[in-house]
Structure formats: C-alpha cells, structure tokens
C-alpha cells in the first residue's frame, strides 16, 4: 500500500492505533486521529501525537466527514460495520488496520494463531520452541506491544508469531505464511451480526495465502474440519482422537509429530504440567506449527514439558489453609469455563459472572452439573445464569449470589475444606465491574494473596 500524499484518518485512538500514529507519523504521513474521548480524556495518547504533528476529530462527532480520507486505519474495537464507515467505504475510502499495515511491511515469514480459545497459551509455547530452536523471535499482535512500531527492524531471517482475534483479522486482506485456527465455538456475537460472520472473520487468517503457504486447523473441532476444503495452500491437522496424516496427535498418551503418517514422539502426556485436556490440544497445535518451521523434536519437547501457563489461565494462585485457588479469568465464554471446570478431573467450587455474551449456556450447565461442588455468581449476568443452571436441572448444587468478586472469594472460601479447588472461571465478560480480564484476574490474584492461612469456616459435605 502506498501512503505517499494519502490522507489517513485512525478510527479509535488505543495502544495499537497510537503504534500506528507513530510509525506513519516517522514516515511524513499526515494523520488524523479521530476518537469519541476529548483531548484531557486521551491524555498521554494526546500529548504524545499533537507533539509529532497529528490532527485530531474528537468528541461525539468523530466519524462526521470520513470520505474526505483516502484511509481509515480501524481500531480492533471499533465495528467496521458502523454507517459511517460503510458510508466511507462507498465513497472508495479504503478500511484496514494495524495488523494489515504490519503484513504488508513484514519482512519476515508470519505465523498467525487465532480461534475462541487457546491463542495466547499456544502462540507463547509456539514463540518460545522457536526461540529454543535459536530463531530470532517477535511475538506481538493480540498480546503483548504492537509489532508496527518495530517492523522495520524485523529481517527476513527472523520468525514474528503474532496471536490475531476476530476483531483484527476482520479487515486484512493478506494472510500470514502460517496460519493456525485452535478451534471455534461461538463467542464475540456482540461485535460480529452473526456466527457466520465470527466465522467469516477467522477464515481471513488463511484466505490470502498462496499455495506454498500452511494452515493448521483443529480436526476434532466441527467447524475447523469443515474449513480443510477451502484451504488454498498446504494442510496441517492436529487430533486428540485420531491420527492424522500432516500435523500432530495424541497416541497411546504421547504427543506425537506426524509426517506423511510417520509418527515421532515429542512428550508423553505425563510429562507435561498444564492443566485440562484443552490444554493437550494447545500443545498438538504448537507441535504441528513448530514441525512445519523446522524445529528440532528436542526444542520441542524441552518446552512443552516445561511450559506452566500463561496469566489468567487456569493459573494457580496460591494455596491458602488447604484450598488451591485457580485463576482463569481468560474464560469469557461458557464453553471455555466449562474446559476449565473439567480441567481438573474433581469437583470445584466455582466464580463466575459478568456481562452476558449473549451465547448458548448448555455446556456450561453440562460442566456445572458433573464438576462443580458449589457456584459463586457475580455480575450482571448472575440471575440468568442461575436461570439457566435451573432451566438445565441443576438443583442439587449450591448457588450463592455475591455483590462483589472479594465476597465471593469469601463466600467460596467458607463453602470450602482442605482439599477443595476454588476457581475463578467467569463465563461472561468483565466489564460491568473491571476494564477487562486481566484486570479481573489481577484483582483475584491481590484478594487470594490477602487471604490468611487459617481453615475454611465452614464446608460443604459431599458423595466422594
């Protein structure tokens, strides 16, 4: 893409648009930043471009006049599908975003990990096989610092793994060399009209490759398996059920690399220390894009076997007067705080709630019914989901409403004996009560660590 003389409008002014401000700005680009929020509302966002030279559109009349820019750099947060830009749009104004800018200046070999669960725990393990394996490593995207500000130092020799959710993946129009999709279920139904636009969305990680480009793609996911067919390069597929005939599976409880139905074992199961059979998945889908780098079986199995986990997933807090405290706060959906009830193979008491996402609640009931020993409901969501626990039949387990998350910890903690895991896996979104899920799982890691040593007050009795 060509910037020479455009006129570039950034829509939403964030960590990544603000990346985005900066490198354009450093190329003599002229850059209108436009935001909802005034200039003391923006603050050092503010400060720091008004001193590099933007302009800025701000206030309640921000996307007033788009079609006098010859591109609008979209933030993830912000819908595409908005009238304004459409409007935009229809003019001949082209929409992208940051990580359409990044690929398009890139030039290194990219390897994109996207899916409704497991991105970021798989694309940490993928970045770090390669960094054993002795690539020079970027890892950015959806985690971490926007990569645009360093595209220009990235070589060709080097590796960049970037994790890419549905927000971002939605304008691009090149896909990374690699593309990996962990799975789908529904999720993000507030932002997109409909699944299959979700879906729609997540396709774009492969739909510009050529043929000498690989996809890896779950085939125990019903809605992965569909998409091996429209793949336009080279197929990879990894299974806990099955073997496959490119990728990585689960046999005789090894994790084994497969090639043209050859298999090499890389870890037996035993070895590795992540929690939950999801998790098993995410080590296939690191295995299977690391195959296809080069890796050694060594740099492979060094870190699956020493990998624990990432932040606000499945983490384990502490333990405190005979309780483990878990942290999942990653978990915004009911199907992945269902992974996280059944990852421990016993009962849980658990934290959940927030803002609805408006999505099916049936394996979450599931979970609910064969792990849980108690729930704590938070949020605005905790009527409908004792709704939806009751609708499903679930009576024979205690559910308690909490008005915050530091008495909901106390009140799981005095439902709670030696033994007992309490975790938090919320199932809804956080931003009725915290700005997002980090900050929620950061507040339950500060309560849990303020937490004394002494026994639980009390305790639930149950059928072992």
């Known amino acids: 893409m060509d910037w020479h003389g455009k006129k570039v409008a950034l829509i939403g002014l964030g960590r990544s648009n603000a990346a985005v401000a900066r490198y354009l ?3 003599g680009v002229r ?31 921000y996307l007033e006049k788009l079609e006098r820019f010859d591109i609008l750099v979209v933030s993830p947060g912000v819908k595409p599908s908005l009238p304004e830009l459409q409007r935009a749009k229809a003019y001949g104004v082209k929409l992208t975003n940051e990580i359409g800018i990044f690929l398009n200046r890139c030039r290194a070999p990219v390897i994109g990990i996207t899916g409704t669960s497991g991105k970021t725990t798989t694309a940490t393990m993928i970045a770090e096989i390669l960094s054993a394996a002795g690539y020079r490593l970027f890892l950015g995207g959806n985690m971490g610092k926007p990569l645009i500000d360093q595209v220009n130092k990235i ?43 979700y879906i729609a969305a997540k396709k774009h990680i492969f739909k510009y490759q050529n043929g ?38 689960l046999e005789s ?76 706060s990653v978990a915004t959906t009911p199907v992945e705080a269902a992974a996280g009830m059944r990852a421990f193979g016993r009962p849980v008491i658990l934290i959940a709630g927030g803002v609805d996402k408006n ?11 064969d792990t849980a020993k108690a729930v704590v409901l938070i949020g605005k969501a905790k009527e409908s989901i004792a709704a939806a626990l ?31 895991i309490v975790l938090l896996s919320p199932a809804c979104a956080s931003f009725d009560m915290f700005a997002n899920f980090e900050e929620r799982g950061q507040r339950f890691r500060e309560i849990i660590y303020k937490l004394t040593e002494e026994a639980p007050l009390s305790g639930i009795k149950y059928d072992s």
């Open 212 to 249: 000498h480009n690989w996809t890896v793609l779950n085939a125990d996911n019903p809605i992965t398996r569909k998409m091996a067919g429209e793949v336009p390069g080279r197929l990879s597929l990894f299974s806990v059920k099955k073997m496959v005939e490119r990728g990585a599976c």
């Open 359 to 369: 999505l099916p609640w049936d394996e979450f009931v599931k979970a609910v019914a």
């Open 253 to 328: 409880e090894r994790i084994m690399s497969c090639r043209a139905g050859l298999l090499m074992e890389i870890a037996k199961v035993s070895e590795i220390k992540l929690i939950g059979r999801h998790n098993i998945e995410n080590v296939l889908a690191a295995v299977a894009v690391a195959d296809i780098v080069g890796c050694s079986a060594g740099a492979m199995h060094d870190v699956v076997t020493s990998f624990t986990g990432v932040a606000h997933r499945l983490e384990l807090v502490r333990e405190a007067g005979g309780i483990a405290y878990y942290n999942d």
């Open 31 to 61: 850059v209108t930043a436009c935001d909802r929020k005034n200039a003391a509302e923006l603050g050092h966002y503010y400060n720091e471009l008004a001193a590099r030279g933007a302009e800025f559109q701000l206030g309640p009349n």
């Open 155 to 197: 070589t060709p020799e080097s590796w960049v793994v970037l994790e890419l959710s549905s927000f971002q993946l939605d304008l691009l129009e090149r896909s990374p060399q690699i593309a990996l999709i962990t799975n789908i279920s529904p999720d993000h139904l507030d932002f997109h009209a409909s699944m299959v636009e």
């Open 25 to 27: 700005l450093a190329g």
């Open 390 to 420: 009751a609708e499903g039949g679930v009576s024979h387990i205690p559910v308690k409403f909490a008005g915050s998350l530091e008495e909901a910890v106390e009140t799981a903690k005095n439902m709670a004996q030696a033994g007992d």
